[in-house]
C-alpha cells in the first residue's frame, strides 16, 4: 500500500511541476505581447524562444504522466479525467506558442491608439489561462476552492471576448483610413490572442462536469 501510495505522491508531484510551467507561460505569454507593442523584438523573440522551451517541457511531461497513468495502474477511478485534464491544458501553452510564432512571421504593425487594447487584451487572456492552472491544481487539492477559481476564468474570457469585439469595431470603423488587408492582419491578431482565453474556458468546462463526478 505505501509503494502505490508513493507512486500516486509522485505523479501527482510531476503534474504540480507540469502545471507550473503552464503557470510560467502565460506570464511568458503577456510579456511577449507587451513587448512586441513596446517594439522591443529582441526581447520579444527572447520570450518566444522561452516559451518554446516550456511547450516543450510540458510536453514530455505530458508524456511520462500519460505513461505512467496506465502501465503503473495508477488512480483508475479518475484515470481517464486526468488524462483529459493533462491533454486539454497542454493545448493552452501549445497555442500561447503559435499566437507568437505567428506574431514573428506576421509581425503587424498595431497603431498606437490601439495597443492598450491588445495589451488589456493580452493580460485577459493570461488571466484567464492562470486560473485554469489554479482550478486545476484545485481539482488535486483542494476541489471545494475550483468553482471559483472556474468563474475566474470565465470572467477573463469575457473580458477577452469584449475587448476583442471593440477592436473589431475601431479597426473596421469607416473613419479608419487602413487598407483592408492590414485591418483583416490586425484583426486575426486580436482573434489569435483572444483564443488562448476560449482554450482556457475550454479547460474549464472540462474541470466543471470532472469535479462533479468526484463530488457526487
Known amino acids: 500500500m505505501s509503494l502505490f501510495f508513493n507512486r500516486v505522491t509522485m505523479l501527482e508531484g510531476e503534474i504540480e511541476a507540469m502545471l507550473d510551467d503552464i503557470a510560467k507561460a502565460a506570464l ?25 522551451k516550456l511547450e516543450s517541457g510540458v510536453d514530455s511531461k505530458r508524456r511520462e504522466i500519460r505513461y505512467k497513468l496506465y502501465t503503473k495502474m495508477l488512480i483508475p477511478e479518475s484515470r481517464g479525467d486526468v488524462l483529459s485534464l493533462i491533454e486539454n491544458i497542454d493545448n493552452v501553452i501549445d497555442l500561447t506558442k503559435e499566437v507568437l510564432t505567428q506574431i ?16 488589456n487584451l493580452a493580460e485577459a487572456s493570461m488571466n484567464a489561462m492562470d486560473y485554469t492552472v489554479m482550478a486545476a491544481r484545485a481539482f488535486f487539492k483542494n476541489i471545494h476552492l475550483i468553482n471559483d477559481y472556474i468563474n475566474k476564468t470565465y470572467f477573463y474570457e469575457h473580458e477577452a471576448d469584449v475587448l476583442e469585439a471593440r477592436i473589431k469595431r475601431i479597426l473596421f470603423s469607416l473613419d479608419d483610413p487602413k487598407e ?11 482573434v489569435h490572442i483572444a483564443a488562448v482565453s476560449d482554450e482556457a474556458e475550454s479547460v474549464c468546462e472540462r474541470l466543471s462536469v470532472a469535479a462533479i463526478k468526484r463530488t457526487i
Open 180 to 190: 483592408l488587408a492590414e485591418k483583416m492582419q490586425l484583426r486575426d491578431f486580436a
Open 28 to 52: 511568458v505569454f503577456h510579456a511577449a505581447i507587451k513587448e512586441y507593442l513596446a517594439g522591443d523584438l529582441d526581447k520579444f523573440c527572447e520570450r518566444l524562444k522561452r516559451i518554446d
Open 104 to 119: 514573428d512571421i506576421e509581425q503587424p504593425v498595431v497603431p498606437e491608439h490601439l495597443t492598450a487594447d491588445y495589451l
